[in-house]
Structures are given as C-alpha cells and as structure tokens.
C-alpha cells in the first residue's frame, strides 16, 4: 500500500473580517478549504456580513482592535490586513483611528507574521495616487497626496503602511504581497457610508433624487467585488513582492454613472446636484498592465451584470435597514 499524504489546512488570518471587502475574502478562503480566523472591532464593519459563518467549524472570529497588540496562539500561514475605514465620510469622523489602523496596526500585523512565518498581503489602494496627474495610473506613479487635506489621514497611513511592509520584507525577509485597490462595489458595502454605489443605491430604493457631487465629471472605474477577490487570490499566491494594481479600468463619469444607475433600475428618478467635497480626485482609473501579467489576472464582470446584482442585494435588505439614516456611534470603539 502506497503512503498516504495527509495535508493540514492551512491557516490564514483576515483583518477587517466583518467588513465589505474582509467578509468576502473569508467567504473564499472557508471555500478552499482553509481554516479562517476573522477579527473585527466592528467599528465600520457589521456582524450582519459574517452572521452565516459564525457556525462554521473553519471559522474563528475574534473581536478585537488591530491597533492594540494581538496575541494568536495558533500557528498561522497567512494574513491579510483589509482593516481600515474605507469611506471619505468614514476618515472626517474617526480621523486618527484611521491613521492608526494602517500604521500601528499594520505594524502590529508585520511582527505577528513575522513571529509566525506567515506571509502578508496588506490592502494598499488607489487612493495613494492622491489626485492623479497622470492618467490611468501605473504603478511607477508615485502619486499626488496632500498630507494635511481631509483624505490625508488614510493616504498617508496607506503610503506609510507599503513603506512599511517592503521594510519588514527588505529588512527582515518577511514574504509580503501588497495590492493597490481601486474603486470596488457589491453586496455587503455599508448602505450609508457615503460612497457613491451605496448612496445611489439607497436614493433608488427610497425614490429619491441620486446625489450627484459637483458637475458629476469626475471620473471613476468601479470594479465588482468578485473579480477583486480573485485578484487578491491571486497576488497572495504568486511570487510577486512590488505593489500590484488590482481594478477595473472601464472608466464613467458620475454623471452617466447616475444615469446609468437610473436606467438600469428601470426608475423615474431625478438628479440633485450637490456641492463636490474637498479634494475628490478628478480622475482615476487603473492601468492593470502588471496583473494581466504577472497574475495573468483581469476583470471579466461587467459593470450593469454588476450593478444589478449589488441592487439585488441592497433590494433584499430589511426595510429598517435601509429606511434608517446611519448615525453610526464610533466612540464606543476608540479612545482618540
Ligand atoms: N459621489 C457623488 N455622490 C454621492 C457620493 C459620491 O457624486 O452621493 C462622487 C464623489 O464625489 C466621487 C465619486 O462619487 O467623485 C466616488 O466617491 P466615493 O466616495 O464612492 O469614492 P472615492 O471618492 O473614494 O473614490
């Protein structure tokens, strides 16, 4: 009789694991067979995301705040850092919680995996290309931030986090993966934090008018929620270290985005032009020249498959969640 191998699981640690973008990756990873230990402070994420995944035998949540140490006694593999507010709205009311989640958490993250030989992948993000000057951007651009501007305190804590993740690999071999994320949408987006495919959406199933800031033209490219998974899949699992840009380059104007919301949904309703907030890039768009090639990675969901499929959801949601005005109470959670 020939020897039998027997593979254990491997393990993989996922921050932000209440939240849009961590809830989905969890969901992925329990799907190929790993065992999953998700952690959330809930302070921008909802149990509501992972309430299915409370009962899995692969499945282990632990609530805690990444900014403060973390103590794990299991052997882990891998970590994936997708804890952060993700929301403009989000970063003017928890300003420091924001820089601190990517850069002592971060921080936190890197010596975790390093104690246990796991390799990173941290959730970097279009944003540290600030308002671009060149257009679509690469990965060589290094970006147009304002450090002091209202969008300072996730920028800089994003740009601060890929330094510090090249520096734990560079300085202490730590096998790190880091992934530039653009505009992504789907299921389980928080219906009120104020970005612009949740805000539409609620307007539309509420019948009123879509909020659209400014003249509407600026430009965004919006990249459904499961190519963005696969993308992330991906990079984890591939050798390569530099950051990788991981979106959809399709390219709209808000202004036909709201239209095209409203043609979609098949609805009478109007548009209310509002004022543009501070600093909202111009223009932003992906060139995903290196993923093709070195993940051999592309979306492939088109963005009225896509939308549809996010108004399915948001339609489906309890009429008390989407009637109610979010007045999110963040201070329960943080002490700055
Ligand atoms: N936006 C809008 N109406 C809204 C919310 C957002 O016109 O109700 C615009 C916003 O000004 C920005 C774009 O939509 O130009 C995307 O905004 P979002 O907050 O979704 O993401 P980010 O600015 O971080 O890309």
């Known amino acids: 009789m020939g020897k039998e191998i027997i593979f254990m699981p491997k393990t993989i640690l996922i921050t932000g694991a209440a939240g849009f973008l961590g809830s989905h990756l969890c969901d992925r990873f329990i799907g190929e067979g790993f065992n999953v230990i998700g952690m959330d402070n809930y302070i921008t994420g909802d149990p509501d995301n992972i309430r299915h995944l409370l009962s899995r035998p692969k499945f282990k949540f632990i609530e805690h705040d990444v900014t403060n ?26 300003p420091i919680h924001t820089l601190k989640v990517s850069s002592i958490g971060c921080h936190n993250l890197l010596g975790l995996a390093k104690s246990k030989n796991a390799r990173v992948l941290i959730a970097s993000t279009s944003e540290i290309y600030g308002n671009p000057l060149e257009h679509p951007q690469k990965e060589n651009y290094f970006g147009n931030v304002n450090t002091i501007g209202p969008r300072g305190v996730y920028d800089e804590a994003k740009r601060f986090q890929e330094a510090l993740t090249m520096a ?7 096998e790190t993966r880091i992934a530039r994320i653009f505009n992504t949408y789907g299921p389980r ?13 609620g307007q539309a199933l509420r019948h009123e008018a879509l909020s659209v800031f400014g003249d509407g033209s600026q430009t965004r490219s919006f990249c459904y929620v499961d190519d963005l998974i696969e993308g992330i899949y991906k990079l984890l699992f591939s050798d390569y270290v530099l950051p990788v840009n991981l979106g959809n380059p399709d390219e709209i104007n808000i202004l036909d ?14 548009i209310q032009y509002k004022p543009l907030p501070e600093e909202d890039p111009l223009e932003r768009q992906p060139d995903i020249s290196l993923a093709k090639k ?29 009637l109610k005005v979010e007045n999110k109470d963040f201070s329960k959670h943080i002490k700055s």
């Open 189 to 201: 987006m928080r219906l009120n934090d104020g970005r612009v495919i949740p805000t539409f959406m």
């Open 294 to 322: 070195v993940l051999n990675w592309q979306p492939i969901i088109k963005r009225d498959k896509g939308i549809l499929k996010t108004f399915e959801y948001f339609k489906a949601l309890p009429k008390a969640k989407l």
């Open 257 to 270: 985005f709201a239209n095209e919301i409203i043609s979609l949904t098949n609805l009478d309703l109007s």
């Open 69 to 94: 140490y973390i103590s794990i006694s299991e052997k882990i593999d891998y970590v994936l850092h997708f804890a952060s507010p993700a929301s403009p709205i989000d970063y003017l009311k928890i």
């Open 168 to 174: 734990y690999h560079r300085f202490h071999g730590v």
